[in-house]
Each structure stands twice: as C-alpha cells, then as structure tokens.
Nanobody
Framework: QVQLVESGGGSVQAGGSLRLSCAAS????????LGWFRQAPGKEREEVAG???????NYASSVKGRFTFSREDAKNTLYLQMNRLIPEDTAMYYC???????????????WGQGTQVTVSS
C-alpha cells in the first residue's frame, strides 16, 4: 500500500523560508513522475514543481527561482525548499506520484494528506 505523508508546513512572514518533506512508503521514486501541488481556498489546484520520468525538474513560473524540488532516494523522501515566500504562496501543499512507471503523461494517482503553508505580509 502506497502512502505519502507531508510535513514541514507552518506560518511564516513574507521573505521567510520553509522546507516541506514528503515521506513515501510502499513506493520507490525511480522512473515515476513526482510532483508538488498546492491549492488555496477558492482556487484550483496547481502544480508548483514536478520531476518527470527522465529526472528533469520543472517549476511553475510563479515559484521558479524561489522553490527547489529535490529527492533523497535513500530515505524515500521528497523535499520542497521554499525561499522568499510571499502571501500568494499561502495554500495547502500536497505531494503526489504516478502509479505507472515510464509514464510520459504523468498521471498523478497517489496523494498525501497535505500540509498547510501560511505566509503573512
């Protein structure tokens, strides 16, 4: 059974930093699409960062240069380092993973429960 568990959210002032973690069990990362998503109240869920099956990382334009998506395979853990946070980054953040390897379409089937990030001005 696959489980993804996020942690590391919290409340920070604008300009601050947070590092989110996503611990996976029953799952290994190689050759799967991986992603960090967020959803703010009243808004649609958006992908903020992703790793494709070739290991390439991509970012939403709104976070590029501020967020860094990384993985530590030995610990089966994903990270999202978030720097220079702004109030618009306030949202519930989720990690997600594809259930099919080598899937170029990156269907995200597994989801964590989310961790809240609140940035005050």
């Amino acid at each position: 059974q696959v489980q993804l568990v996020e942690s590391g959210g919290g409340s920070v002032q604008a300009g601050g930093s947070l590092r989110l973690s996503c611990a996976a069990s029953g799952y290994t990362f190689n050759n799967y699409c991986l992603g960090w998503f967020r959803q703010a109240p009243g808004k649609e869920r958006e992908e903020v960062a992703g790793i494709d099956i070739d290991g390439n990382t991509n970012y939403a334009s709104s976070v590029k240069g501020r967020f860094t998506f990384s993985r530590e395979d030995a610990k089966n853990t994903l990270y999202l380092q978030m720097n220079r946070l702004i109030p618009e980054d306030t949202a519930m953040y989720y990690c997600s993973a594809d259930s099919f390897p080598y899937d170029k379409t990156c269907k995200f089937d597994y989801w964590g429960q989310g961790t809240q990030v609140t940035v005050s001005s």
